[in-house]
T-cell receptor
Framework: GAGVSQSPRYKVAKRGQDVALRCDPI?????LFWYQQALGQGPEFLTY????????KSGLPSDRFFAERPEGSVSTLKIQRTQQEDSAVYLC??????????FGPGTRLTVL | AQSVSQHNHHVILSEAASLELGCNYS??????LFWYVQYPGQHLQLLLK??????LVKGIKGFEAEFIKSKFSFNLRKPSVQWSDTAEYFC????????????FGQGTTLQVKP
């Protein structure tokens, strides 16, 4: 079966541009997570959805970061006015009921 | 504060050597514990997990980990590594009563020499 997919796989943005990163979770998975992974570090939690409800956004680093999952399936992470410190790999994970998380390949964002 | 600490950042072993990667955590409450692996060019995959019960858990590819509650540790072991085990290994902790949000350590890069 299909795993978690993310697009684009690579994104280069000029500082100040807005970007949108897409996540397609495993079909039927209720929970969806976004993580940010800086070079040489482990993933850091950004936000969590249960179906379409965003239940935890405590990890979003600033109000420039926004995530949505309007129909409880596909999710989009949007970053406005990108800064160089936003350069990282953005990982999406889904799980059936919040137990084992299945990760996508990530989107590598480079902000110039 | 909730945190996970992996003591070894970069480990180099020869094939057939034994492996132990350290992981300690700081977390209030009952925890779920995980080891994830990321092979070169691939995405994060679950190696093994501990939720409750027997503190010695076995995962895929001959890996095992032991949960020692008194030491807040969940070390990963493998008796005999192979070249194909070359990868980055992440320990992670999540609360058993929360949403499933995971806190990861910074990872250990394992290089196995043939």
């Amino acid at each position: 079966g299909a795993g978690v997919s993310q697009s684009p796989r690579y994104k280069v943005a000029k500082r100040g541009q807005d970007v949108a990163l897409r996540c397609d979770p495993i079909s039927g998975h209720v929970s969806l997570f976004w993580y940010q992974q800086a070079l040489g570090q482990g993933p850091e939690f950004l936000t969590y959805f249960q179906n379409e409800a965003q239940l935890d956004k405590s990890g979003l680093p600033s109000d420039r970061f926004f995530a949505e999952r309007p129909e409880g399936s596909v999710s989009t992470l949007k970053i406005q006015r990108t800064q160089q410190e936003d350069s990282a790999v953005y990982l999406c994970a889904s799980s059936l009921m919040g137990d084992e998380q299945f990760f996508g390949p990530g989107t590598r964002l480079t902000v110039l | 504060a909730q945190s996970v600490s992996q003591h070894n950042h970069h480990v180099i072993l020869s094939e057939a050597a034994s492996l132990e990667l350290g992981c300690n955590y700081s977390y209030g409450g009952t925890v779920n514990l995980f080891w994830y692996v990321q092979y070169p060019g691939q995405h994060l995959q679950l190696l093994l997990k501990y939720f409750s019960g027997d503190p010695l858990v076995k995962g895929i590819k001959g890996f095992e980990a032991e949960f020692i509650k008194s030491k807040f540790s969940f070390n990963l072991r493998k008796p005999s590594v192979q070249w194909s085990d070359t990868a980055e290994y992440f320990c992670a902790v999540g609360g058993s009563s929360n949403t499933g949000k995971l806190i990861f350590g910074q990872g250990t890069t394992l290089q196995v020499k043939p």
